[in-house]
């Protein structure tokens, strides 16, 4: 993409889609194109801080820029993109050209940020994908699509730059191939799997579909068998789970302050009640307050059976390799013999999979949790950033 720095002055443009469509491409082309043009000095492009330090790497490595040209933008603050700017402009003059690379990854918080530049006319490139493994708009996306579509319609200039791809699924015994506009999230199956995908020609059988319930953000590889492709429409479908959190959440609207086991009884016969719970807290739909956690273990050791357990959770939720977030976390319980929800979560609430490990340490029968009760929180519009946002 060359970007006519006078005629895009106050816009914003997106590059967005489906994984695999090119994104990428574009973004590294703009770059190309940048650092041949008179703007080599003023032009800005930042990674995601919740990228994988891989995927950082990646990107520097294919961007041609060097490592200390490539920026990171603070998903949890991204104000202090400004600072980065400031440093910047110190020693290269005025900065007129930003671009953001995996917006998804961002949170509301990175809209005003948008907004600002916009108003302040620089030129501002985000790419990212537009929906999330759900189907649903991911992070910010939604309302940036939103910001750029009425920018185009007023100006006439083509803002948004949507990438398809193939759908990649195995149908009828060969590659669907139908246009895709859907990411979707596969998990390796251990026995029932019914879903197969092309990956460069080669067929990988036996998959099945994420649940809806799963986490928002999981790096391919990250945990066991986990694989994203993508997917039409039909391929797509509904994902399981999907209406589980539907009837939780109605459920729990028309029953203020709902006792978590009493939810988890009445519906873990639909499916994995736990999980779900862990998901709507994580996004912010429930709120889940009070709450003893206890351990279940009695004194002594693990045996080898309930070892190997933990060991599994650790793989699937810790936040990195190295951590050992699963361990801490139940060896704090465990050694406490009890402690308050509030008490957990001051200590090890940053975690990215907290309350997965939780899910999981109560399904495997490491803990129970008493007298937590559940609300659905409310949300607000955010004036600044435009978007409903839970009311904390
Ligand atoms: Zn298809």
Same mark, same amino acid.
């Given at each position: 993409?060359?970007?006519?720095?006078?005629?895009?002055?106050?816009?914003?443009?997106?590059?967005?889609?489906?994984?695999?469509?090119?994104?990428?491409?574009?973004?590294?082309?703009?770059?190309?194109?940048?650092?041949?043009?008179?703007?080599?000095?003023?032009?800005?492009?930042?990674?995601?801080?919740?990228?994988?330090?891989?995927?950082?790497?990646?990107?520097?490595?294919?961007?041609?820029?060097?490592?200390?040209?490539?920026?990171?933008?603070?998903? %949890?603050?991204?104000?202090?993109?400004? #600072?980065? &700017?400031?440093? =910047?402009?110190? *020693? !290269?003059?005025?900065?007129?050209?930003?671009?953001?690379?995996?917006?998804?990854?961002?949170?509301?918080?990175?809209?005003?940020?948008?907004?600002?530049?916009?108003?302040?006319?620089?030129?501002?490139?985000?790419?990212?994908?537009?929906?999330?493994?759900?189907?649903?708009?991911?992070?910010?996306?939604?309302?940036? %699509?939103?910001?750029?579509?009425?920018? #185009?319609? &007023?100006?006439? =200039?083509?803002? *948004? !730059?949507?990438?398809?791809?193939?759908?990649?699924?195995?149908?009828?015994?060969?590659?669907?191939?139908?246009?895709?506009?859907?990411?979707?999230?596969?998990?390796?199956?251990?026995?029932?799997?019914?879903?197969?995908?092309?990956?460069?020609?080669?067929?990988?059988?036996?998959?099945?579909?994420?649940?809806?319930?799963?986490?928002?953000?999981?790096?391919?590889?990250?945990?066991?068998?986990?694989?994203?492709?993508?997917?039409?429409?039909?391929?797509?479908?509904?994902?399981?789970?999907?209406?589980?959190?539907?009837?939780?959440?109605?459920?729990?609207?028309?029953?203020?302050?709902?006792?978590?086991?009493?939810?988890?009884?009445?519906?873990?016969?639909?499916?994995?009640?736990?999980?779900?719970?862990?998901?709507?807290?994580?996004?912010?739909?429930?709120?889940?307050?009070?709450?003893?956690?206890?351990?279940?273990?009695?004194?002594?050791?693990?045996?080898?059976?309930?070892?190997?357990?933990?060991?599994?959770?650790?793989?699937?939720?810790?936040?990195?390799?190295?951590?050992?977030?699963?361990?801490?976390?139940?060896?704090?319980?465990?050694?406490?013999?009890?402690?308050?929800?509030?008490?957990?979560?001051?200590?090890?609430?940053?975690?990215?999979?907290?309350?997965?490990?939780?899910?999981?340490?109560?399904?495997?029968?490491?803990?129970?949790?008493?007298?937590?009760?559940?609300?659905?929180?409310?949300?607000?519009?955010?004036?600044?950033?435009?978007?409903?946002?839970?009311?904390?």
């Amino acid at each position: 993409m060359i970007i006519e720095l006078e005629a895009l002055r106050g816009e914003l443009i997106l590059i967005t889609g489906v994984m695999n469509s090119g994104k990428t491409q574009e973004v590294i082309n703009t770059i190309d194109c940048l650092m041949h043009s008179p703007h080599r000095r003023a032009f800005m492009a930042f990674t995601n801080s919740r990228n994988t330090r891989d995927g950082i790497k990646r990107f520097v490595s294919s961007s041609g820029l060097r490592s200390d040209e490539v920026f990171v933008a603070n998903a %949890e603050n991204p104000i202090e993109i400004y #600072e980065k &700017i400031r440093e =910047k402009e110190v *020693v !290269d003059g005025m900065q007129n050209i930003f671009i953001f690379d995996e917006g998804n990854l961002h949170t509301y918080k990175f809209v005003p940020v948008v907004k600002d530049l916009m108003k302040n006319g620089k030129v501002v490139v985000v790419a990212g994908l537009n929906l999330d493994f759900r189907g649903e708009f991911f992070g910010p996306m939604g309302k940036l %699509e939103e910001i750029a579509r009425s920018r #185009e319609a &007023i100006t006439g =200039k083509k803002l *948004v !730059d949507m990438h398809h791809s193939y759908c990649c699924i195995l149908r009828d015994e060969k590659q669907c191939g139908k246009k895709a506009s859907y990411t979707f999230r596969l998990i390796k199956a251990e026995n029932d799997g019914n879903l197969g995908y092309f990956h460069e020609g080669v067929l990988f059988n036996s998959y099945i579909k994420a649940p809806y319930h799963h986490p928002t953000i999981l790096v391919e590889g990250s945990v066991g068998g986990i694989k994203y492709t993508t997917a039409c429409s039909e391929c797509f479908g509904e994902l399981p789970g999907k209406s589980l959190v539907a009837d939780l959440l109605s459920y729990t609207m028309d029953h203020e302050n709902s006792k978590y086991n009493d939810l988890v009884d009445r519906f873990s016969k639909q499916g994995d009640i736990c999980d779900a719970l862990a998901y709507t807290i994580e996004e912010k739909r429930l709120d889940m307050f009070d709450g003893i956690y206890r351990s279940r273990i009695k004194s002594g050791g693990l045996n080898d059976k309930e070892s190997r357990k933990l060991v599994e959770i650790s793989k699937a939720r810790d936040s990195s390799r190295e951590s050992h977030d699963t361990f801490d976390i139940y060896h704090e319980i465990k050694s406490r013999r009890s402690i308050s929800r509030e008490g957990l979560k001051y200590k090890f609430g940053k975690i990215m999979g907290f309350e997965r490990i939780l899910a999981d340490l109560i399904k495997a029968r490491f803990l129970m949790l008493d007298d937590a009760m559940l609300k659905t929180t409310r949300y607000v519009k955010d004036p600044v950033s435009d978007m409903y946002i839970p009311l904390d």
